[in-house]
């Protein structure tokens, strides 16, 4: 029995796959083909590279050390161009074959450029690898003015980015309001106020016709009502598709990505499985970190002979911008006269909040300006808990001592804290009871707060709460 696993992608999923087989089989056979030369990185931060907050070397993933030291065929820079499912082979650009026994697709997304005239001009850059990244920043130390192409998460937090380097920025997005996939109107009007406050400004409703170019250097872009507006860099942000082009030469069932089944087996190969984001799970493709490493852990666990089942995950939405807090969760546009909507709003602070409520569930949530419930939020939603019959203790800590709000104390310690890396706050416990007392210790022992870093703030919490309990919980050894 061939048991080589070859995986074809070696960034956020592909190569988290490859760090959870090693770690539970010593001897698999594993080959990873990377098209980037480049070790694989957290895509999560290049916002914070971006802004300037964190270096591009301080987001990888995996060190190019790690691959020999764990006996790990990592072939980078080196893209596979087509699968052999009769031979069971894949071949690489450069004309090399190789045989697997299993292959795993992780080959992730590539931007859209709109087919547009003017978008191949020098300046106009889309915003979704690490190059990427680092040609912005390039092209806005000479830039007068910049304009962002979506006003998405990615735009955003694009936007924001590039406001932090005291270039002035203009958010162009075609949907009626900010982030529309995430936030209702009201939501987004806020969002906006908020954003305008600490210097982007934005244009909903607006469709971008092309771009102007001055011997081949961008100038300005072309609104549909005619509008110009002066940009000597152009960040597209307009959403992600799929890689599905492998898949589909290869003949196996592409929709809006590989389908695959709850074995994340392609459903006409078993041999050949997909996760991330060009796995398409029961009509879902989910463009998020944690989604993709749920699928990673799952499948790891499948091919060394575990039984796992992929269920779908929860989505939980944060947006990483300095002077902004946003989570995001479920279903928050809902019409539905049969779910019960909590809200309140204060735009002139940048505050809105909102709970959907559907047979005593939470299905979906907004926390705009302040996030202090988001932990507590995130546990109902993903654990499909009944939510407490004081409403208001969903959207505001502290009320009633009946409330269960988000301290350590009240959360479980089966509860995840850390969806992007399925971390525990029992886990966390466990780790201080060996000796971890500070975030980066938590984040070495589990990788917790590695993702998106969204549950950093709880992390923090529970390490602060252990440590004023240290006296009354026994360690493992039983010493008090």
Known sequence: MNRHIVIVGNGMAGSR????????????????????????YNR??????????????????????????????ARLGQEIVAIDRERKTVTCADGTVTGYGTLVLATGSAPVVPPLPGLDAEG?????????CEAIIRLAGGARSAVVVGGGLLGLEAARGLAGRDLPVTVVHLGGHLMERQLDAEAGGVLQRTIGDLGVRTLVGARLTGARAESGRVTGIELDDGAVLPADLVVLACGIRPETGLARAAGLTVDRGVVVDDRLRSIDDPDVHAIGECAQHQGTVYGLVAPAWEQARILADLLTGGDARYEGSRQVTRLKAAGIELAAMGETTLGDDEAEVVRFADPTRGTYKKVVIRDDRLVGAILLGETTTAGLLTQLYDRAAPVPSDRLGLLFTGLSPATPTETPVRIPDAAVVCHCNNVSKGRIRACWEEGAREVADIATMTR?????????????????????????FPTRSGRR
Request: charged letters at 20%; glycine letters at 12%; proline letters at 3%.
């Open 448 to 472: 917790a707060t590695t993702g998106c870093g969204g549950c950093r703030d709880t992390v923090e919490g529970i390490l602060e709460w252990l440590g004023t309990q240290e006296v009354t």
């Open 17 to 40: 796959l490859v760090s959870e087989l090693r770690a539970r089989d010593r001897n698999l056979r594993i080959t990873v083909f990377g098209a980037e030369a480049a070790q694989p």
């Open 124 to 132: 106009v850059v889309a915003f979704r690898t690490l190059g990427d």
């Open 44 to 73: 999560v931060l290049l916002s914070n590279v971006l802004a300037g907050v964190t270096a591009p070397g301080d987001i990888g993933l995996t060190d190019p050390a790690w691959y020999a030291a764990n006996g790990v065929d």
